[in-house]
Every structure is written in C-alpha cells, then in structure tokens.
C-alpha cells in the first residue's frame, strides 16, 4: 500500500468517530436549551422583583406621604404641595386661603371607647372634608386632631369665609358610634395669602394661631388670622420660657384666704391661692398665667408645689390650734390636668404622710366649668379615689352649669360662685340663683359655701340663705403663711375679728 493511502485511512472518521461527535453536538445543545431556561427564568424573576420593589417602593412612599387612618396626605406632602400651588397663585394673582380645623376630646374619646371609636370620627370627618370643597382643594391631616385644607378657586378672599362657615357646620354634626352620638368639638382658623403671609410655612404657622384662638374662645364658629394674635402668640412663649425659670428659682407663692362658719364666724379653714411672684411684673395672679401651665403640662409640677406647700402649712396650724377650736382645713384648686392624672391620689397620699396631716384636713377643690361632661362620669373615678383617701371634695364656682353634676360626682361642698354673690344683693337674678344653689346643697347633705363676700350686705344675703362657710375679702384677705400664723395667734377663741 503506498503511503499516501495510508495517510487518508488515518483521518477517515470511522462510524464510532461520527456518533461521538453527534452524541457532543446533541449534548452542546441540550446544554444550550437548559442555559436559555435558566436565562429566561432568571430573566422573569429579575423583572418580577424589579416590580415587586417597584411596588414596594411606591406603597412605601405613598405611606410616607400620606396618613394610614383616613388616606389624606400627611404633613410632609401638604408642605410640598403648598409651595407649588402658592408658586401658581403668586404667577396668576388669585387670592387663597388656608384652613385649619381642629376636633376636641379625641383623646379622651379614645380612652374611653377605644382606638376604633376615634379612628371611625377621623374618618367621618375626612370623608366630610372631602365632600365639603371641591376636588382641586388640598386637604391633609397634619396632625392627630388636626386637618389643614388649602382652598385655591376662590373669587375673593372673602369667599374663604363661606367656606369655614360650610366646614364648620359639616363638623358640628356628631359622629354615630355603636348607638352613640359622639360631638367632635370642632374649631376652625383661616389665614389668607398673600394678605396674611407670602410662604408655605408662615401662612401654616398663622392658620394654626387662628385656630388656637378660636379653641381658646370655645370653638365658636371660625376664627380669621389678626397681626394680634401674633402678638399672643410671643406673650404665650415668653410666659411659658418664665414659668420654667420660675419653677427653678422658686418663685411661686402660697397666699392663704380664710373662711368662717357663717352661723358662729368661728374659722374654719383657709383657702390656698397660688401666685407668682415674678421678677419683673411683680406679683401675678393665676389668671394672667394659668392657661399657659395648662397647655404646656407645668401646670402638674406647679400644683405639687401649691399642695406641698399648703400641707405643709396646714400642719403647722394643727399643732398648736388644736386647743383653740376644731382643726382647720386646707383647701387647694386642682387643674384638669392635675386630678386626671394617674398618680394623683398616691401624691396626695405621700404628701399627707410626709407633712403629717389627716386627710379629712384637706380639700380640694374643682372647678365647675373644667369638668368634661355635664354628667362628670368621665371624672368619678379619678375623684372617688382621692374621697376614698379621706380628702373632701368641693365644687368650685357651682351655679353656672347643670345640677346634674351634685348627684354624678362624688363630692362634698359647694361653693356659690363669687360673681351671684356679689351681684345677689343688686340682682334678684342673682339672688335666685344663690338661694337655690343653697338650698339643694343643703337638701343633698353638703356644705355650702359662698365665696367672694366683700360686703355687709353680701355677707346678710348668704347667712340668710343658710349658707354654711363664707370667705371674701370683707372677712379676711390672702396672706402669706407667716401672716395667717401671726393674725391665728391673735385670736384665742378661733373667731374672726369684728
């Protein structure tokens, strides 16, 4: 066989040659069918997460934006989308307005029907809100009782006042819940721009002053931003900064009032009168300051000084007045805020033992219009736990709102509002309301007592309606505790002087 025949028969492929290689071939694309799978499937499951997170994403962001309980933008997407709509108008000269509204007792409605019952009145009213402007308006919830509206077709700045009045009305309606009628307490603040600003943030800022103007003054319909509620505004600051400075230099003052048997004129007790003796206005009634401590909550440091201190006093009294007449009482105010408080009793418990002073010793006294309800049931508790420690319990200014509360709320005396007795002698009015007020204390077994006698003819006026104390100026004025002690020690039989 010559060579080149032999060369041809080596790179001849043979039959096994020709099926390995179609076998390869075979798997090759087998392999290449899998990996397009496997593409494809990786491909699909890329594009799946991808709108998975894309969806995510967007409910995240629409969660952050908006307010979970009624769907309306929250305060982040109302403040964004005020200064777009404020850029149109500045371009196009329309006027615009933006509303706050504020609902009262949302939280005291949550404590005593649950989350639910306050989730189904935000939702009514956000549904109301909708339903009362048109669909161009921004509406947001901004805070937990608080929606802001920013209405943008109006004519006239005057038209904003149409549309207050309008939400106003829609929020005055209670809310049905589980049979009951729940009142939202609504309160409404307007600010106009530009007239009353020319930025996002200070037309905010002033519709939220508006808007705790008209709370202060009962919710009265609505209330339009004025440069002096400004004004108000920096007092309320510069008050508040003050009362925290005051607690740390100690400048608040216990003045003690007494108060007589009207039958007898022996004393009885004293009343404690907290004021402040502040370092440049001189010294401040409650009145010019309370409302503040109130609403910033220093209002609960300050009462523990005032019942610390009275207690205090009053012990002192007892150990030496005990072989004069009967112990005297002390009786102090406490705020809203103060006897709703959890741990109430246990500090009036703590502070007794401490000063070493009987309960029954003490008093204290409520006023009629800081009560929640006409029934005062949402207080019974918090009271009966301080009766249930042997405190007394008074109702102050008693005479001015229903009788309902002496059957509901646990309570001991009364006290006749100083403003009837003052004008009982001039207006027959006032007289009736003395007399009655006096008349079904005494039938429902409690101490009546009239406050603010300042004159002879006053104090002959409450005597004959069988009042049973009497305190006013005409009797004796607030003095410090050293000056009570000084004109006790004085009077050796416990009468008041003629």
């Known amino acids: 066989m010559s060579s080149s025949s032999t060369l041809h028969a080596n790179v001849e492929p043979g039959a096994n040659d020709v099926d ?19 593409l494809a499937w990786a491909n699909e499951r890329l594009l799946t997460e991808l709108y998975d997170r894309s969806a995510v994403e967007a409910q995240a962001l629409q969660l952050e934006r908006h307010d979970v309980v009624t769907g309306l933008p929250n305060r982040r997407a109302l403040d964004e989308r005020l200064q777009h709509a404020l850029a149109a108008h500045a371009k196009s000269g329309h006027p615009a307005a933006l509303v706050s509204v504020g609902l ?14 306050g989730d189904r009145v935000l939702r009514v009213v956000a549904d109301r809100l909708r339903r009362a402007v048109r669909g161009s308006d921004i509406i947001a919830r901004v805070g937990d009782a608080e929606f802001a509206l920013l209405l943008t077709q109006l004519s006239h700045a005057q038209d904003a006042a149409k549309v207050a009045q309008k939400l106003f009305n829609e929020l005055d309606i209670p809310v049905g819940f589980e049979g009951r009628d729940l009142p939202l307490q609504p309160a409404v603040g307007v600010a106009l721009y530009p007239q009353d600003a020319d930025s996002a943030d200070l037309l905010l800022a002033r519709a939220d002053a508006a808007l705790r103007y008209a709370r202060e003054h ?25 009362l925290r400075q005051a607690l740390e230099r100690d400048e608040f003052r216990v003045l003690y009032q007494p108060r007589f048997d009207a039958k007898n004129g022996k004393l009885t007790g004293a009343e404690a009168l907290l004021r402040w003796q502040h370092p440049e206005r001189g010294l401040l009634a409650p009145a010019q300051f309370l409302d503040v401590a109130e609403a ?4 609960v440091p300050i009462g523990e000084h005032v019942l610390r ?21 002390v009786s ?6 103060e006897f709703r408080g959890q741990s109430m009793p246990a500090l009036v418990e703590r502070v ?53 509360l002496l059957r509901n709320l646990p309570v001991d005396t009364v006290k006749v509002d100083g403003e009837f007795v003052r004008n009982a002698p001039q207006d027959k009015c006032d007289a009736l309301i003395v007399a009655a ?13 009239a406050s603010g006698v300042e004159t002879a003819e006053q104090l002959a006026l409450v005597k004959k309606q069988r009042c049973h104390e009497v305190q006013g100026y005409l009797l004796g004025e607030p003095a410090t505790a050293d000056q009570f002690a000084s004109w006790l020690s004085q009077v050796p039989t416990g009468k008041r002087r003629s």
């Open 20 to 38: 390995l290689l179609v076998h390869r071939v075979a798997h090759l694309e087998r392999l290449a069918t899998d990996l397009s799978s496997e």
């Open 104 to 117: 009262g007792g949302i939280g005291q409605l949550r404590e005593s029907l649950g989350f639910a019952a």
């Open 218 to 242: 009962g919710g009265a319909l609505y209330q339009f931003f004025d440069p002096s509620l400004t004004a108000r505004t920096a007092r309320r600051l510069t008050i508040e900064a003050d």
């Open 296 to 299: 910033t909550g220093l209002i």
């Open 309 to 329: 201190e009275a207690c205090h006093t009053a012990a002192q009294w007892t150990r030496w007045w005990t072989q004069k007449g009967p112990a005297l009482t």
């Open 332 to 337: 102090v105010n406490l705020s809203p805020r």
């Open 352 to 404: 007794l033992q401490e000063c070493g002073l009987k309960a029954a010793q003490l008093q204290v006294e409520l006023a009629e219009s800081s009560l929640v309800s006409p029934t005062g049931q949402d207080d019974r508790a918090a009271l009966q736990a301080l009766r249930d420690l042997g405190v007394r319990i008074a109702l102050d200014g008693f005479g001015s709102a229903s009788l309902t």
């Open 437 to 449: 007020v006096a008349s079904i204390g005494r039938r429902l077994g409690l101490r009546v007592v």
